[in-house]
């Protein structure tokens, strides 16, 4: 199994940015999808992005398409995510999954086995 760490979080205001990195140790790393998902109080767990595993292939909720950029560093077992020109709602505790199987979508968080334990970010206005 893969253990993940995030890191990256915190304060910014609105129109700023932060990137936030995902650290795996375990197992190789490149045999993982990986994904972006984020939660904030009384919500589910809300897809933000996802990297395939040779990085040629990612997909983004529409919320975050064009701010946002998920990538990975197989050598590094570090996962990004670079988000640009935040938002109030961006506010939410981040989580990095990963996953090796075949799934659908991995646009939910049913289909990842392995998750992070989270890192804040808060967007002021």
């Known amino acids: 199994q893969v253990q993940l760490v995030e890191s990256g979080g915190g304060w910014v205001q609105a129109g700023g940015s932060l990137t936030l990195a995902c650290t795996a140790s375990?197992?190789?790393?490149?045999?993982?999808?990986m994904g972006w998902f984020r939660r904030v109080p009384g919500k589910e767990r809300e897809f933000v992005a996802r990297?395939?595993?040779?990085?040629?292939?990612?997909d983004y909720a529409d919320s975050v398409k064009g701010r946002f950029t998920i990538s990975r560093d197989n050598a590094k077992s570090t996962l990004y995510l670079r988000m640009n020109s935040l938002k109030p709602e961006d506010t939410a505790v981040y989580y990095c999954?990963?996953?090796?199987?075949?799934?659908?979508?991995?646009?939910?968080?049913?289909?990842?086995?392995?998750w992070g334990q989270g890192t804040q970010v808060t967007v002021s206005s």
């Open positions: 999954a990963a996953d090796r199987r075949i799934r659908s979508t991995y646009r939910r968080a049913d289909e990842y086995d392995y």
């Open positions: 375990g197992r190789t790393f490149s045999d993982y999808i």
């Open positions: 990297i395939m595993r040779s990085a040629a292939v990612t």
